[in-house]
Antibody, heavy 120, light 110 residues
Framework: QVTLRESGPALVKPTQTLTLTCSFS??????????VAWIRQPPGKALEWLAL???????YYSPSLRTRLTISKDTSENQVLLRVTNVDPVDTATYYC????????????WGQGTLVTVSS | QSVLTQPPSVSAAPGQKVTISCSGS????????VSWYQHLPGTAPKLLIY???ERPSGIPDRFSGSKSGTSATLGITGLQTGDEADYYC???????????FGGGTKLTVL
């Protein structure tokens, strides 16, 4: 059974660095062509892809947020981390992690999401 | 501004059929598979359709997908009040080397 769960601070101040953790089970990120992605949804707005990391550790980022994002993985702990630097109130959103199964471009399992509010 | 264009909202009566369009370009829909998701606020998005027209196990055949050229369509028949949700199309954009999302369509079952 595949599950993903996001965790992180509910509130961060502007200019701080936000670190989110995606803990997953039921699959291994060392499996060939497996990927995990981060997606967010600001209140009242659409889903927005942020970053993904594949089984080899290759990383892909949203062009508009590339300079502020860092994605990493801890395969032994079944976790994927996302770091967002210099946060702003516009980064207030529900953040989701999701799995991309081997050699595909769709997200088959998602976490429940974690709401992060950026406010002083 | 989303890379893929969806209508902001659609509506239909219970039992009726509705279609949701998703328009893109040759760098995304034109050469890559499309997937569709149902999203209820506060819940995890659910995969409805992948590879343009395939349904994961457990998704009823009331949901269907198609693609033609640079556009894709999600169809839902036998509408139920429980289908009220936001629906998103997603594909890979070869120029951006990134997944791209549509702006989402809110379905209202009147």
């Amino acid at each position: 059974q595949v599950t993903l769960r996001e965790s992180g601070p509910a509130l961060v101040k502007p200019t701080q660095t936000l670190t989110l953790t995606c803990s997953f089970s039921g699959f291994s990120l060392s499996t060939k062509e497996m990927c995990v992605a981060w997606i967010r949804q600001p209140p009242g707005k659409a889903l927005e892809w942020l970053a993904l990391i594949d089984w080899e550790g290759d990383k892909y980022y949203s062009p508009s947020l590339r300079t502020r994002l860092t994605i990493s993985k801890d395969t032994s702990e079944n976790q994927v981390l996302l770091r967002v630097t210099n946060v702003d109130p516009v980064d207030t959103a529900t953040y989701y992690c999701a799995r991309i199964p081997g050699k595909s471009n769709y997200f088959d399992f998602w976490g429940q999401g974690t709401l992060v509010t950026v406010s002083s | 501004q989303s890379v893929l264009t969806q209508p902001p909202s659609v509506s239909a009566a219970p039992g009726q059929k509705v279609t949701i369009s998703c328009s893109g370009s040759t760098s995304n829909i034109g050469y890559n598979f499309v997937s569709w998701y149902q999203h209820l606020p506060g819940t995890a998005p659910k995969l409805l359709i992948y590879d343009n027209n395939e349904r994961p196990s457990g998704i009823p055949d009331r949901f269907s997908g198609s693609k033609s050229g640079t556009s894709a369509t999600l169809g839902i028949t036998g509408l139920q009040t429980g289908d009220e949700a936001d629906y998103y199309c997603v594909t890979w954009d070869s120029s951006l080397s990134a997944p791209v999302f549509g702006g989402g369509t809110k379905l209202t079952v009147l």
